[in-house]
């Protein structure tokens, strides 16, 4: 393992270790500004990756919800990766079969570099059918994000690493996940999470932080 996958994977776990132990006591801090939400119990800066380390030949699709015009975090994260020297590919939730075929076609012609798949809202649903997909043509997935999924789905075995953000709150779904060897994968239950809703939540740069951690970790050579 390298030294950087090493640093990422301690930062990250750091992160997501805050967030489990805070769990709704976010809620008790007060009012946050929505780009900062959710509240963790004290301020953690997150490894930044050397660049040159990085597979930016990674295959990575983030997917907007409703309308194309929502789902402004993932304009976002696409700049990050843009700026970590990556090629993120920003659809809207139809182009899910089309980008599907195109990651497939890319990976059965020797592009093996990691495939990362994030979404929000009807982007996340799309973001699961194109990693179900892939899994029923033996193609892995090294990392899935999902943004509070507006369906309830069960994440295929293929997935390496996976989170879902989600608000039990009427819009968002918990999802479940098939029985596989990888065990990095959690929901994250930020219903009580001051400042976040449906809207938003992929606008969270402390949930584009942990996102962006785990690319890093996962593309790492």
Not at 78 to 93: R, W
């Amino acid at each position: 393992m390298s030294v950087m996958r090493a640093i990422c994977r301690a930062a990250l776990a750091a992160v997501v270790c805050g967030i489990l132990s805070a769990g709704d006591a976010s809620a008790q801090s007060g009012a946050a500004p929505v780009q900062n939400a959710p509240v963790l119990p004290r301020d953690i800066v997150l490894t930044q990756a050397n660049r040159n380390t990085l597979n930016t030949d990674a295959q990575i699709y983030l997917l907007r919800g409703l309308a194309n015009v929502f789902s402004r975090g993932m304009d976002e994260l696409a700049a990050k990766l843009t700026a970590d020297g990556f090629s993120p590919v920003l659809i809207n939730h139809r182009g899910w079969q089309n980008a599907a075929d195109t990651i497939a076609k890319n990976y059965r012609a020797g592009r093996t570099a990691p495939i990362i798949l994030i979404g929000h809202s009807l982007g996340a649903n799309n973001a699961y059918r194109i990693a179900r997909r892939l899994n029923g043509k033996g193609i892995p997935v090294a990392y899935f994000a999902s943004f509070d999924p507006t369906n309830s789905f069960t994440v295929p075995n293929n997935v390496r690493y996976f989170v879902n953000f989600y608000q039990n709150n009427g819009v968002g779904r918990r999802v479940s996940f098939a029985p596989s060897r990888h065990k990095e994968k959690v929901n994250l239950n930020l219903t009580s999470s001051p400042g976040l809703n449906h809207r938003n939540i992929d606008q969270s740069r402390r949930l584009q932080d942990i996102v962006m951690a785990r690319v890093r970790q996962v593309t790492a050579r």
